[in-house]
């Protein structure tokens, strides 16, 4: 059978070849294994054997061992991976499937008493290539990687080759050859999976090591080196960042605050301790961010790096979040947040026990602890895990900080900070006609610069006093400017003013780009076009505000970061909001709305100027008025705003909030151990400062005492030892409030309203439900068009009438009110303007075009765009809130499932899909629908240059985005699936009458 199989040089048989030698050597038991991986390889042809010589340098060990570059990040000139590549396709793809299962069998390991004494370690060099067919056959997991040595031994013979002649074991393998199946999956793909899972295995114990060399990228992998490079295109990193990477706090896993201004590169450090978590510690990761924009963003970067390395990245914005996470069987997640889900997601991770999964919790911008609720939010969060979590690392970064001695008494943690900008920035003040440099050492904060010789035309002198035109053209078009302006009205006023000053030539310049861009901004709209932006782009010139809607902020930011336009015109929200640096940046005035500029809202502004890789130089430009000149000198001489806790000032959104959470996750159940956790917060390192009229121990009382009268704690007696003791409970109430984030302010109206809506509950439309999921915090700032408002309710069928009234709002109240009428009878006036929000929210939900509804209700389609976003993560919260503890309201449940659902996307339901991919808004969606990609699959498996064929508009970066988001997130719901799976088919072990 065997005798014409030749070998694969076509020379003498291979069996042949085997008994001969078995002739030839004396046959040692001990040295099968060996035996085999020579043979075999000897039987390979010599192009393949030179091959895997040349190569042997990277295939022995899966990781580099050479030593680090200063930086960490020199690019290596022979790349390992190609390496690897070569020996996957030539040795791999010529054995078949049997043989490498036989090589796998050879490799289990036999029992101790079976193994001999006198077993000698199998010759590395030869049994190199023997060792990367077993890895690509059957890679290990885990735990086997955990304690497996990086050399062979022979305990890797198993007992059932001791007594069987190598003849005997091919006859087997080839017989089987003709039986095996292909395997389905690439051995090259195998070969590669297996090399670097045996990299974050030696990762994994270098990070945890105590040497200094750590591996060949700050103990990753070789291939997160690599994919920095392709992905972002960094190869080096700054002195700092290494500096940073390599301090001994963060090698002992203490908490780390660091510091740098604003383009420094921190987030780069951040990304690069999470990767270290995620991948060498097998921790989740926890990210918090302070805009759901930046969020969304951030899914995008680093959804590539988790398809590639198999982690999960998983978006916890407005609606989306699952409480508590999937508890993953293998992959680890990589959360990132708001500050408000991060502060929902840790409490569900304490509520289950949970919380030392979570190894590492980043917070990008530090200094949002003193700022209103949402600081109060972000202080509850860091010290919970402080408290519940000794394992839990915590590293804050910010460009921002000014008493950071309480900011590290508070997190525990140790402080780096460097004046470190990669590019070079220079600050003006312009006063009339003189520039003057900023200079902190002067007498006055700045010194004389220069004098500018503006000849301007009297009629040019009276529209630009300020003399913008003539900043803006020294760098337009060539280079980018941003313009910050006090109201979104005045960003509108000087994009149409340059423009109307500006040269025709600035409107060839990229004027295909920009003919597309409004096109595409008409895509957005319907047909409809702003009239301002129409005017201003074919100049390269757009305005950017909170009146926009979000697909076409995304559209003007692409636009920007691409060079189509030159200049935006911006409110302060840019700075902290979205990444889009500029060579020059214009302060028009020292105001941010009515108030007067804080010194960290202006270093957040002029810290855009100067782009790292562009531009080798950046400017910032402050123009004052004379009345306001000794305000600024102040502003340029003084530090940085101090951070203080905003647990007091923002009570039921912080202290009540705090103490009603602390006594439901049983964190402290009695007033003194809540005490002594409120003097771990930054309020109880600042408490002196901050509550000078009361102590904090009377605080606390004082909170306690308002959070029973609420009816949302109790107490009760508990004895112990004939010494009765009392201690706190939470009612059903409180808990729902705490778990759906509510307001404590409006806790008890949403409970009254939900329940009143079970007496007579209208499904006929969306519209009762919809009164229950609109923002209680957008009532107040809602100024109804009585018109408007009549006109709307006057379209209303008999039953959504009936909602009007059961929420007290009848339609004689409207009518006088849109004929100027006296009203005699008494409305509830928070009633009336909740139900005008509803209006807009059905009439949306209807449409689905928030052009048509904003100029059908009069309204800014950025104050509806708003609206619609609020309402989203509000309905979200109220489910949370009727989910578990309220069981009266278990018809709310899928209601408000599918409802929150419709506001988060606000688009037909066939886009839906299509828009849970991070970064795809409804026009993208709307192109993608159309050309044939209808499901998360189709994105998944497109392939990105058909994509930007395909879609107009498209560049190859954000394809690829798109596709590798949609992965991402198709693989996060199979591993969902499987998650559930495994737990229906586990085996309980408490069944009956099992021991």
Not at 429 to 456: P, Q, W
Not at 648 to 674: C, D, H
Not at 844 to 862: A, D, H, P, Q, Y
Request: proline share 3%; glycine share 6%.
């Amino acid at each position: 059978m065997f005798g014409d199989y030749n070998s694969f040089c076509e020379d003498d048989s291979l069996l042949a070849q085997v008994l001969d030698t078995e002739h030839t050597r004396p046959r040692d038991a001990e040295t099968d294994v060996k035996a085999a991986g020579e043979f075999v390889l000897e039987g390979l042809p010599s192009g393949i054997d030179q091959r895997k010589q040349d190569n042997s340098s990277a295939s022995e060990t899966g990781v580099i061992c050479g030593g680090d570059t200063e930086h960490g990040f020199q690019t290596p000139e022979n790349d390992p991976l190609d390496n690897k590549e070569d020996l996957g396709d030539s040795l791999l793809d010529e054995l078949p499937s049997s043989q490498l299962l036989y090589f796998a069998e050879m490799r289990q390991p036999s029992t101790g008493s079976e193994r001999s004494a006198g077993t000698k370690k199998i010759d590395m060099s030869k049994c190199s290539s023997l060792d990367k067919i077993w890895r690509a056959s059957s890679p290990c997991p885990d735990s086997e990687h955990k304690n497996r040595s990086t050399e062979f031994s022979s305990d890797l013979k198993s007992d059932s080759c001791k007594n069987t002649s190598l003849k005997d074991h091919l006859k087997n393998a080839l017989t089987e050859n003709a039986k095996a199946q292909t395997l389905k999956v690439s051995k090259t793909k195998q070969l590669k999976e297996a090399i670097l899972s045996e990299e974050i295995c030696v990762a994994r114990k270098a990070i945890g090591s105590s040497s200094v060399d750590i591996g060949p990228f700050y103990g990753l992998p070789s291939k997160v080196k690599d994919l920095f490079w392709q992905l972002r295109g960094i190869e080096t990193l700054y002195e700092w960042q290494h500096d940073c990477l390599t301090l001994e706090c963060l090698q002992q896993r203490k908490n780390l605050i660091y510091s740098l201004p604003t383009s420094g590169g921190k987030t780069l450090v951040a990304e690069i301790l999470i990767l270290q978590e995620l991948l060498c510690m097998q921790k989740d990761v926890l990210m918090i961010l302070p805009y759901v924009a930046i969020v969304q963003e951030k899914v995008w970067g680093l959804s590539n790096f988790g398809i590639e390395l198999g982690f999960l990245v998983e978006e916890y914005a407005g609606s989306k979040g699952r409480f508590p996470p999937i508890k993953r069987r293998c992959k680890k997640s990589l959360y990132i947040a708001t500050i408000e889900k991060g502060h929902m997601l840790v409490n569900s991770l304490i509520e289950t026990d949970r919380i030392g999964d979570l190894g590492l919790v980043v917070v990008d911008e530090l200094h949002m602890l003193g700022e209103g609720s949402r600081g109060a939010t972000l202080e509850m969060t860091l010290a919970k895990i402080l408290y519940t979590s000794k394992s839990t690392h915590i590293v804050g970064m910010s460009a921002t900080l000014n008493n950071v001695g309480d900011l590290q008494k508070f997190l525990q943690a140790e402080y780096y900070t460097k004046n470190f900008r990669p590019v070079e920035l220079k600050e003006y003040i312009k006063i009339r006609d003189t520039i003057y440099e900023v200079d902190s050492k002067a007498e006055n904060g700045f010194t004389f610069s220069r004098l500018l010789n503006f000849k301007y035309s009297s009629n040019l002198k009276k529209a630009d006093p300020d003399h913008i035109i003539a900043l803006v053209t020294e760098v337009i078009p060539k280079y980018s400017c941003l313009i910050f302006c006090p109201t979104k009205k005045n960003c509108e006023n000087v994009a149409s003013m340059v423009c109307k000053y500006l040269n025709k030539e600035f409107r060839s310049h990229r004027e295909k780009e920009k003919q597309d861009l409004i096109k595409d901004l008409k895509n957005i709209g319907n047909g409809s076009i702003c009239p301002v932006l129409k005017q201003t782009i074919p100049f390269g010139v757009a305005y950017h505000h909170s009146g926009l809607t979000n697909d076409e902020r995304k559209s003007i930011e692409e636009a920007y970061s691409r060079g189509v336009l030159c200049l935006l015109a911006c409110t302060a929200t840019l700075a902290a909001g979205v990444n889009l640096p500029a060579r020059r940046v214009i302060l028009r005035a020292p105001y941010v709305a009515n108030d007067f500029l804080k010194k960290n809202q202006y270093k957040q502004m002029i810290g855009r100027a100067g782009r790292a890789g562009i531009d080798n130089a950046g400017e910032s430009i402050l123009i004052v008025q004379e009345k306001d000149k000794h305000l600024v000198q102040d502003l340029v001489t003084s530090p940085l705003e101090n951070c203080y806790s905003n647990l007091l000032p923002e009570f039921t959104k912080g202290m009540q909030n705090l103490l009603l959470s602390l006594v439901g996750l049983r964190i402290a159940v009695t007033q003194e151990e809540v005490y002594n956790f409120l003097c771990h917060t930054l309020l109880g390192v600042q408490q002196q400062l901050l509550s000078k009229e009361k102590s904090l121990s009377e605080l606390v009382k004082d909170g306690l005492e308002s959070l029973i009268e609420k009816g949302l704690l109790t107490v009760k007696i508990m004895e112990k030892d004939q010494n009765s003791k009392t201690a706190l409970a939470i009612t059903r109430l409180g808990k729902a409030a705490y778990k759906g984030s509510i307001d404590l302010s409006y806790c008890n109206l949403l409970y009254k309203e939900l329940k009143k809506g079970l007496e007579g509950l209208v499904l006929e439309s969306s519209l009762h439900l919809l009164y229950l999921a609109t923002p209680y915090d957008m009532v107040s700032n809602c100024s109804p068009n009585w018109m408007i408002y009549l006109r709307q309710f006057n379209q209303l069928s008999a039953a959504e009438q009936t909602v009007a009234d059961m929420v007290g709002v009848p339609e004689s109240f409207i009518a006088k009110k849109a004929s100027g009428q006296a009203i005699r009878k008494n409305v509830d006036s928070a009633s009336v303007n909740r139900l005008y929000l509803t209006f807009i929210l059905y009439t949306l939900l209807k449409e689905t075009n928030i052009w048509s509804v904003s100029e059908k209700f009069n309204l800014s389609r950025g104050y509806v765009q708003n609206l619609l976003t609020s309402a989203a993560s509000f309905a979200s919260c109220v489910l949370h809130f009727c989910e578990q503890e309220l069981e009266e309201f278990w018809v709310y449940k899928a209601l408000l499932t599918e409802l929150t659902k419709h506001l988060t996307y606000c688009v037909k339901t066939e886009l839906i899909p299509l828009m849970e991919v991070a970064g795809v808004l409804e026009a993208r969606a709307k192109q993608l629908y159309n050309a044939g990609y209808k499901t998360l699959a189709h994105l998944a498996n497109a392939n990105p240059e058909t994509l930007v064929k395909t879609i107009e508009h498209l560049s190859r970066r954000q394809a690829k985005q798109i596709v590798s988001s949609a992965k991402m997130l198709l693989t996060e719901k199979a591993e969902a699936l499987q998650e559930e799976v495994e737990l229906l088919l586990k085996v309980p072990t408490d069944i009956p009458g099992t021991s």
